[in-house]
């Protein structure tokens, strides 16, 4: 610098540094150290529509009243806000009318008709009440926050008081006790082969958990689709936590009091599952992997043969050309078009697998289509992200990019003119050979709203079977496609089906089979299934046949095995456990129109499909370990045999009258039963009062044409609702009130019983007749009258005690009298 220069630069005081003015060579005066910041005394509030933003000076929290019975909460630690958007909640929806802001000394209030939130202003702690001013859920310290110096942003945290006995449930398919309290969990979307009890995380991300605090439940929902944590006690038994590695403090507040009305409250959040193709509720065979060509037709010829009912046959990443997605290996399948022809002409619909991994080959067409329009991943210094999975060196698309999911969506024709009719997304953690996963700094469109891998990683799954899902739709015009995948994120159920991963031949993971399928269903991912019989390992007969028991009544029933291991079908193990196999796949085509209507009543209302105990009874504070008991739907009670040997066991039955599903032996509710179940027999009962739809067996969904239907219905001294839903199976037609939905009304006492039928929807089936059996009748009935008019026919019990009716499906009433 020149002496003039110097000369012309004035002298800086002390007394000027200390306002903040330095010398170019002096350290920064006055930074902050980074540690963790809380929220200070509340300074402000103001009101914009529905939302109320509260500040104390810096940072500013916003308190937003979506519905009377959910408040979402978010907090800007700088006062800034970061965009809304989510693809948890697709479309934010503002249903609350009511609401009001009042203000005392020492809080304010955001009040609906049935919760309140509450904003504590001296220490800016969070807290809700039901109408009754009971608190439910509430702040121990005040939202708090880190800056993280590495990417940006913040870690962001959130601590809830925890209450002696307070029970949490939810997080999806966490390996664990149904019950989480006492554990830490993290959601990362993770490749996990064979993995352990207790292990964490998985293969899914849903950052949703019940509460239940003494016998009022309420959910949280925090949609952060970062590496998230939740603290459930293990840490601190007063205390629960979440926080997350980044993004913001974002969370809902779903009211109950019952924890069914969280989950259905939370399914107006995040969406249901449409319906599936009726096919998809049958029996599934798939193997790592089923080839050449000639392997897969004797499959299908077995199936047949021995009468055992399947309905989809898998492909397995040996179907393709040296794992290239979109391709044929035409040495194993020559004429894949026909194979699958002539498999459909037998009833078997064919379900291949994708991977996200596209092989870097100049030859290959749909590399060169993502090459083309830059539709792949990139790093941070705009190399191209590339990793080894089965093809070898591969690049994946950025499926958080609308224009890469509608290129992505189009790729499947190929195989839909080819006439495949359900896709496999697998491999979409996503899952990288040698490193785990995608590194950070991978760059992803994320709609509009950039970011980096962390951002990205739990929703990348869930994008590509968005991706996957609506390409098939528009493909298929009319008809639903299946989908299925390995990862997902809170609202995958929109567009696909889940299976729980590669899970291990062994009792232990069957009985965690059935704690990670009732998981996922109360939080919200209904249509979900396990590898029966585990991915890997070595069953022995009783474990697989048991497997099949809990697999028919699993929302998704696949059985699925890895390719070193023995070939597992149901005749793999000799001709006793053929039979035992046979008979409860038979059962699951019986039950089919029953499991279909549960399917509807999850679409349409929200209600999961699988219940556990503690979600029909909350108040019981003993049922909050109970694990072995769920309904499917809440007609019929399953507790399945998870030991080996084992030939009975204790079963509890929620308050009511309940009958054996076998014996039709009744059963008073509220207490435990000793239930016995040899090998080719399982515990199951079907609650009072229930009228339960029955096909007759076919060897694939629609073999037969239906001349009637068959109902069970079970007497009741009290009044019972039941329903039953029936549509076209395999359109969207649905949607335009193509369907029947009907309600029966059942009630009776010591000499008669009662049958009420309405119905709604536009679509009538063809068959005319019902064919009704009465269960536990205290009674030998004398007189039936249908509509007014009495019927000439004679009565008399079966074997099993059932009395036998016919009706029109269109009967308005019907009157079994003594």
Not at 364 to 379: D, P
Not at 553 to 564: C, E, I, L, N, V
Not at 799 to 804: G, I, N, P, W
Request: glycine share 8%; aromatic share 14%; with cysteine.
């Amino acid at each position: 610098m020149e002496e003039k220069e110097k000369q012309s630069l004035p002298e800086i005081s002390i007394e000027q540094l200390e306002e903040g003015v330095q010398h170019v060579n002096n350290p920064i005066i006055g930074l902050k150290p980074i540690e963790k910041r809380y929220l200070q005394s509340v300074k402000e509030c103001k009101q914009v529509n529905n939302s109320f933003y509260f500040t104390d000076g810096e940072s500013t929290v916003e308190v937003m009243v979506v519905s009377d019975e959910i408040i979402r909460v978010r907090m800007a630690p700088q006062g800034t806000f970061l965009e809304d958007f989510s693809y948890a909640v697709p479309k934010l929806v503002n249903s609350a009318t009511v609401f009001s802001l009042s203000e005392t000394e020492e809080d304010y209030r955001v009040e609906t008709n049935t919760v309140s939130c509450i904003i504590n202003k001296k220490h800016f702690l969070v807290s809700f009440a039901d109408n009754q001013q009971n608190i439910i859920n509430e702040d121990l310290s005040a939202m708090h926050w880190e800056e993280n110096v590495d990417f940006g942003g913040y870690y962001v945290y959130c601590t809830k008081k925890g209450h002696p006995g307070e029970g949490y449930f939810g997080l999806g398919d966490k390996p664990t006790t149904f019950n989480m309290r006492g554990k830490r969990f993290q959601n990362w979307n993770t490749d996990t082969y064979s993995f352990a009890k207790d292990q964490d995380p998985l293969y899914r991300s849903i950052p949703f958990y019940i509460g239940l605090k003494e016998t009022t439940a309420y959910g949280i929902f925090f949609d952060n689709s970062y590496r998230t944590y939740f603290d459930f006690g293990q840490e601190d038994q007063d205390k629960t936590s979440f926080w997350a590695e980044g993004g913001e403090l974002l969370y809902y507040y779903i009211h109950g009091p019952h924890m069914m009305d969280v989950v259905k409250r939370y399914h107006t959040l995040t969406g249901t599952h449409p319906m599936p193709p009726q096919w998809a509720l049958g029996y599934q065979q798939c193997r790592w992997s089923y080839y050449p060509e000639s392997k897969v037709r004797k499959l299908g010829k077995t199936f047949r043969d021995k009468k055992i009912p399947c309905d989809a046959l898998y492909l397995d990443i040996d179907y393709m050309d040296g794992y290239r997605c979109f391709t044929w290996n035409k040495k194993y399948f020559p004429d894949p078009k026909k194979m699958v022809k002539e498999l459909a002409d037998d009833g078997f619909k064919t379900v291949v697998i994708i991977d996200p991994g596209i092989k870097v080959d100049e030859n290959y067409w749909v590399y060169k289509e993502g090459k083309e329009n830059k539709y792949f991943c990139r790093r941070s210094d705009d190399y191209f992200m590339e990793g080894h999975v089965w093809p070898g060196r591969c690049q994946f698309p950025d499926f958080t990019n609308p224009e890469v999911r509608e290129w992505w969506g189009g790729l499947f024709k190929g195989l839909v003119d080819t006439g495949v009719a359900g896709i496999w997304n697998d491999m979409n953690e996503p899952a990288v050979f040698g490193s785990g996963t995608f590194p950070d700094d991978v760059r992803h469109q994320y709609d509009g709203h950039r970011g980096s891998h962390r951002k990205a990683h739990n929703v990348y799954g869930m994008q590509m079977v968005r991706a996957t899902y609506d390409g098939l739709k528009k493909l298929y015009k009319n008809k639903r496609p299946l989908t299925i995948t390995r990862a997902g994120y809170a609202g995958v159920q929109r567009y696909s089906s889940v299976w729980t991963g590669d899970n291990l031949a062994s009792w232990e993971h069957l009985k965690l089979a059935l704690l990670q399928c009732v998981r996922l269903s109360v939080s919200g991912v209904s249509f979900c299934g396990t590898d029966i019989g585990g991915f890997t390992g070595e069953p022995d007969g009783e474990l697989f046949s048991r497997w099949i028991q809990l697999g028919v009544f699993s929302p998704f029933m696949r059985a699925h095995s890895a390719g070193d291991t023995r070939e597992r079908e149901p005749w793999s193990y000799g001709e006793e456990f053929e039979a035992i196999n046979r008979k409860f796949i038979e059962l699951r085509y019986k039950l089919m129109p029953y499991f279909y209507s549960a399917f509807w009543e999850h679409h349409k209302y929200g209600f999961p499909i699988l219940r556990p105990v503690v979600m029909l009874e909350q108040d019981k504070i003993e049922n909050r370990t109970r694990e072995e008991e769920f309904t499917f739907g809440d007609k019929i009670l399953i507790s399945p045999i998870l030991n080996p040997g084992q030939t009975s066991k204790t079963v509890y039955l929620p308050e009511g009258k309940w009958f054996d599903y076998w014996t039709h032996e009744s059963y008073e509710g509220g207490r435990e039963h000793t239930a016995h179940a040899e090998l080719d027999s399982m515990p199951i009962f079907v609650r009072a009062g229930s009228v339960i739809p029955e096909w007759p067996v076919m060897q694939y969904v629609g073999e037969k044409d239906l001349e009637e239907i068959k109902f069970q219905v079970y007497h009741s001294p009290y009044e019972v609702n039941s329903f039953y839903y029936e549509d076209h199976g395999d359109t969207f037609a649905y949607e335009q009130d193509i369907y029947t939905e009907k309600k029966f009304v059942v009630k009776g006492d010591d000499q008669s019983l009662n049958i009420r039928q309405s119905s709604e929807g536009l679509y009538t089936p063809r068959y005319e007749t019902y064919d009704l059996k009465l269960i536990g009748l205290p009674f030998l009935p004398k007189r039936i009258i249908i509509d007014g008019k009495e019927q000439i026919v004679d009565l008399e019990f079966d074997a099993l005690k059932r009395v036998r009716i016919q009706a029109n499906k269109n009967f308005k009433e019907i009157q079994v009298l003594s």
